[in-house]
């Protein structure tokens, strides 16, 4: 056969074979698709269920498609990249250049040759069926059939205005067209495929097939990655029959890739048996939210849950009582939970330890990965994907267990993260599958099959809001279920969920009635059911609040406070607010050394060391000699990750949510005797009428970040007319007071600052819509929205931010990292700035530039990355107490 004379992997790793024959490797992804796509896993009964064909016709018909992927292959430009030595193989043809990738060739030579592989038996479709079956319609399928195998390079291709002519060869030696027929016609004989015949006449059923295609593309892209590994499918030049290279080459190498990879079986989930099987030391009472979590009914089908209840109240646990049950009763194979920040991210990895084992079975051994761009910064998840895991066997010396190799295979890219049975990560890693990244059918197909949890829901701006009721709507749509927590949900905020929620089912939006607050909400397929839940004693909470007026004031009740032994923190809305605050703290301090300053603009090795510092100081096991005095002026850094408590809590003007959160960090564990709690609040004098200059007068800073400050405004009113923050009595009329129906209450002056962001947040709410992906229209080329030079973000921001790589100079002069000597050094110099920011700061002399290229050669994470020399710019600053400190030349 002619197709033996084309290679399709080249570059060999060791010795051995100089080349992969094409018709091998087309047969090695389709093995480890095959393995992926057995009729009895979940994602294969949820494909059969929905195309309406059954599991054993569904596998042999996509693993025929997966089988063609690298069809683009046989073009003779293709084969002219590469010139294995003593390998019988077509001749390069000189004139032929390779000017467009072989993804999109494969494409161009279906596109052009199906019909007539369809008529002459090549693709062994019944003759009756061809008769019968509508031309339109089939050509509509067979079009689109194919995009999400072609796709498999990270997204769709398309093959309009190209022509075979400039592509494929046709000479004494072979044919390619030709070769690639032999092929497919061999391929096809081989797999039994069974064509669906009368779906793909069927516009409905092709619907159905293009909001699946997303799935679809991701399980091809895992297979191509998979079925591409040297280290198990070894090169081999030697012809042989397809049949035998298939049953002694392809499949057992495919059960030892996934094998190796943790793909292999899917992890025995258990059933949730109570708090105490999860904790060690004694019974445990479940909280009313928990408790409602363990008894509840779980319907059949994709469901929804919201979780409303105050900080303390054990919400996460609640979450993981759900997923139990979820993946006990089949509706998921493993779970994503996804947070707002890398910090939240890294205390929720940290919390969840080795909890997550707990819903499988001992030998099981779930995948167990954190996803962020700075994961392997966090020690614990570096040693879990170094080191073996508990439970795991033995294994020669030097042999890595196969949880460990799983997770570092997992973990070697973001992209891979989501496959990971167990993933705990920030929101942005899941919302990049709903817009135009290379490779985002793989996270979509990692989260396919997983409950997906959104902590602190409330947490997102309107871009980001309108991407997660999409990939709500995706969710639900692809039969996956998902939790939502929060403390701070506003009604109009929890209905667009729910309604994202039905959207994706097809079904009518939720009718949500209740206002009680804690509360459960449950939507599923048929109905929505709204249960009011009571408090515990122990974490209901009453904080008075206080009003500050002038920053002075501030700081002399910071040092009434430390001359009384107690810590107190404050928390700034600026970073510059908070460096002046604490300068001038610091300064009156009679023990300045028990001073802390915390903020973004730190260089990630010392923001590092400050958690540390602070958890030490002011966390959950903090002595009160050590608290005594203390004294931390922070960002909101502080409130969103660290579990640490102060006696007394300042903050400036904020939205209420945020308030309300920073509350939470107030006297937040039991310490003995101590004042009523008080959180005094910065803010502007009262007004009943502020001009637009209102907020501006007072925190210049404050007014930059809160452009609407009608919400400080209302947050204001709201605070002053109930005295306080009484949780959970009020979180409703706190909520309610600054986010609900109350345009009516904004005075005149500060209209214009609300219908400004107003008219913000629907351009975000624009933005979001036109960035995201049309995953109704299915995985099919759009060239308005995969532009590879187009900047997409998850998130939208004033402003793009640069990553500054900090240096110094070494004891003999040269250009060195500042944390030259640490692990992932490139890493932890770095900070993260506004690109104005970094636009002030000094460009590096070219007497260093060679040190600096050489820098970045031997550190990959420089890429990208500009370089800033502290100790010559004379502008601007950085120190380790301080951060770093830009000029202002206003």
């Given amino acids: 056969m002619s197709y033996y004379l084309y290679w399709g992997k080249a570059k060999p790793a060791e010795a051995g074979d100089r080349c992969h024959l094409l018709p091998y490797h087309s047969l090695d992804v389709a093995a480890v698709g095959w393995c992926l796509l057995a009729p009895g896993r979940p994602l294969t009964q949820l494909l059969a269920a929905r195309l309406d064909i059954s599991p054993e016709a569904l596998r042999r018909f996509f693993v025929f498609l997966l089988g063609l992927h690298d069809l683009g292959k046989f073009s003779r430009t293709f084969q002219g990249l590469a010139r294995p030595e003593s390998v019988r193989l077509v001749p390069p043809v000189e004139r032929y250049e390779y000017t467009v990738r072989h993804d999109r060739l494969g494409a161009l030579l279906w596109q052009e040759c199906w019909f007539d592989w369809l008529e002459d038996g090549t693709l062994c479709w019944p003759e009756a069926a061809l008769e019968r079956s509508e031309k339109k319609q089939r050509r509509k399928a067979m079009q689109a059939l194919l995009i999400p195998f072609f796709g498999h390079h990270g997204q769709p291709v398309e093959a309009e205005q190209l022509r075979l002519e400039p592509f ?58 998979l079925g591409s590994n040297q280290e198990h499918f070894h090169y081999c030049q030697k012809e042989m029959p397809l049949a035998e290279y298939w049953e002694r080459y392809a499949l057992p190498r495919a059960e030892a890739a ?52 105050i900080t303390g109240a ?68 570096s040693l879990a994907i170094d080191r073996p895991q508990p439970g795991d066997r033995d294994y020669e010396p030097g042999e890595a267990t196969a949880t460990a190799h799983c997770n570092r295979w997992l973990a070697d890219s973001r992209k891979k993260a989501l496959l990971a049975e167990v993933g705990v990560g920030t929101i942005d890693q899941a919302l990049m599958g709903l817009l135009p990244f290379r490779h985002q059918s793989l996270r979509l197909f990692g989260l396919a099959r997983k409950v997906l949890i959104v902590d602190e829901v409330h947490a997102y701006d309107h871009y980001m809001q309108t991407l997660l009721n999409q990939l709500l709507s995706y969710h639900a749509r ?17 209905e667009s969920l729910a309604t994202a929620w039905r959207v994706g089912l097809n079904r009518e939006p939720a009718v949500l009635e209740r206002s009680d607050f804690p509360l459960l909400t449950q939507i599923d397929q048929d109905a929505s059911r709204e249960v009011a839940l009571g408090s515990r004693p122990e974490v209901s909470r009453e904080v008075r609040v206080d009003w500050l007026t002038q920053e002075g004031q501030a700081i002399e009740t910071i040092l009434a406070a430390v001359e009384a032994g107690e810590c107190v923190a404050w928390v700034r809305n600026t970073v510059d607010d908070a460096i002046r605050a604490f300068e001038a703290v610091r300064e009156r301090h009679p023990e300045p050394e028990r001073c802390l300053l915390f903020h973004s603009r730190f260089a990630m090795l010392d923001r590092q060391r400050i958690e540390s510092d602070v958890i030490e100081r002011l966390g959950k096991a903090s002595t009160p000699e050590r608290r005594r005095g203390q004294v931390l002026i922070s960002t909101q850094v ?51 009428a502020p001009d637009e200059q209102w907020l501006k007068r007072t925190l210049p800073g404050t007014n930059a970040v809160y452009r609407d400050t009608s919400l400080l405004w209302l947050t204001q009113r709201t605070l002053r007319e109930l005295g306080g923050v009484r949780m959970p009595e009020q979180a ?123 820098l970045q050669v031997r550190y990959k ?29 206003q």
């Fill in 258 to 309: 996934l094998r190796d990879a943790g793909f292999d079986r899917l992890p025995e989930p258990l059933a949730y048996s109570g708090l105490d099987h999860w904790f060690d030391g004694g019974p445990i009472t479940p909280t009313p939210l928990q408790r409602e979590a363990e008894t509840l009914p779980i319907s059949p089908g994709p469901q929804l849950f919201i979780l409303e209840d």
């Fill in 638 to 688: 502080f409130q969103e990750s660290l579990d640490c408590d102060v006696d007394l809590m300042i903050s400036d003007l904020a939205p209420i949510d945020l308030l309300i959160q920073r509350a939470g960090r107030l006297q937040r564990h039991a310490r003995g005797p101590r004042r009523l709690p008080v959180l005094h609040v910065l803010a502007p004098e009262w007004s009943d």
């Fill in 732 to 854: 409703r009329e706190l909520i309610e007071g600054v986010y609900g129906e109350v345009i009516d209450l904004v005075p005149d002056g500060l209209q214009g600052a609300r219908w400004e962001q107003k008219g913000i947040q629907g351009v975000a709410t624009s933005m979001a819509n036109f960035n995201a992906l049309e995953l109704e229209a299915g995985y099919v080329w759009d060239r308005h929205k995969w532009q590879e030079e187009q900047e997409i973000g998850t998130r939208l921001v004033d402003e793009p931010t640069v990553n500054v790589a900090l240096l110094k100079r070494d004891a003999a002069g040269a250009l060195a990292l500042w944390a030259e000597g640490e692990g992932h050094a490139a890493m932890l110099s770095q900070i993260k700035l506004r690109q104005s920011q970094a636009a002030k700061l000094a460009k590096l002399p070219g007497d260093y530039q060679a040190q600096w290229e050489a």
């Fill in 314 to 381: 054990g919400k996460t646990e609640a979450a993981c009582i759900l997923t139990q049950r979820l993946l006990a009763a089949g509706h998921a194979e493993g779970l994503y939970f996804a947070l707002p920040t890398m910090a939240t991210s890294n205390a929720m990895y940290e919390r969840l330890g080795l909890l997550h084992r707990r819903f499988f079975t001992a030998d099981s051994h779930p995948s167990f990965v954190l996803a962020h761009g700075a994961s392997r910064l966090n020690e614990s998840f």
């Fill in 861 to 889: 994470a420089l890429r990208f990355v500009q370089p800033w020399l502290s100790s010559i710019d004379n502008e601007n600053l950085y120190n380790p107490l301080l951060g770093c400190l830009i000029v202002s030349h």
């Fill in 168 to 225: 494929f060869a046709k000479d004494t030696h072979s044919d390619d067209l030709d070769a690639a027929r032999q092929f497919v016609e061999e391929w096809a004989g081989l797999i039994d495929v069974e064509w669906p015949v009368e779906k793909l006449v069927s516009s409905e059923w092709l619907e159905v097939f293009l909001t699946l295609s997303w799935t679809i593309a991701g399980w091809a892209t895992l297979s191509d990655w």
């Fill in 478 to 494: 692809q039969g996956g279920s998902a939790i939502l927590l929060t403390a701070t949900l506003p009604s109009a905020m929890r």
